[in-house]
């Protein structure tokens, strides 16, 4: 059975996943609305979104057939539903190493999602729908399944036993190098001599 790769874009209002086959090229998209009015709020929502990716990641598990997962990290300069975005973040993860090892599982910051696919970290939502239409021909029904595609493609490149063609371009294979922490770090500025 061919391998899958998910990605994962979680939002304050919901969850958008997608498995993306290489071998086949199927694309397989699930969203589910984790929005208050459909989940509730506090320790109730919480709890409803644990168990929903939960059971979701566990009949991926049982399929056998995962290579890896990236989800979108933390934007660490968000300005609103921070506390509210940092639990729902965490409650994923969870359910996520409840389901995999912790080794298939690779966080990426927003910036490098956008990077991966338009060569910017600071591209719009608009352009990152295009991006995706124009680099791998896949229709994203909104911004949310556009991120979590280009995770699963990242994801795809990410497993060493899968034999996809090296990256395109060279912001991609920077971006990979990033997730996997190989990126050198930048060489430090020298100090300018004082005379």
């Known amino acids: 059975m061919p391998r899958?790769?998910?990605?994962?874009?979680?939002s304050y209002t919901g969850c958008a996943v997608v498995a993306y086959t290489p071998a086949t090229g199927d694309t397989d998209?699930?969203?589910?609305?984790?929005?208050?009015?459909?989940?509730?709020t506090g320790a109730r929502?919480?709890?409803?979104?644990?168990?929903?990716?939960?059971?979701?990641?566990?009949?991926?598990?049982?399929?056998?057939?995962v290579g890896a997962v990236c989800f979108e990290g933390y934007a660490y300069g968000a300005k609103f539903k921070?506390?509210?975005?940092?639990?729902?973040?965490?409650?994923?993860?969870?359910?996520?190493v409840q389901t995999w090892h912790p080794g298939l599982l690779h966080a990426?910051?927003?910036?490098?999602?956008?990077?991966?696919?338009?060569?910017?970290?600071?591209?719009?939502k608009d352009k990152m729908l295009l991006a995706v239409y124009m680099r791998w021909k896949f229709e994203a029904p909104n911004h949310d399944v556009a991120d979590a595609y280009t995770l699963a493609r990242i994801a795809a490149h990410l497993d060493p036993?899968?034999?996809?063609?090296?990256p395109e371009l060279k912001f991609q294979q920077e971006v990979l190098d990033t997730v996997r922490g190989t990126k050198k770090p930048p060489r430090p500025a020298r100090a300018?001599?004082?005379?």
């Open 4 to 10: 899958s790769y998910l990605g994962i874009d979680q």
């Open 29 to 40: 998209v699930h969203r589910f609305d984790f929005s208050p009015d459909a989940a509730g």
């Open 45 to 65: 929502r919480l709890a409803h979104v644990h168990s929903v990716l939960r059971d979701y990641f566990q009949v991926q598990r049982l399929a056998g057939t």
């Open 82 to 96: 921070r506390e509210e975005l940092g639990e729902l973040g965490g409650v994923m993860r969870l359910a996520l």
């Open 108 to 124: 990426v910051a927003p910036p490098s999602v956008k990077k991966f696919v338009t060569g910017s970290g600071r591209a719009d």
């Open 161 to 166: 036993e899968l034999q996809v063609e090296p």
């Open 192 to 195: 300018a001599s004082r005379r």
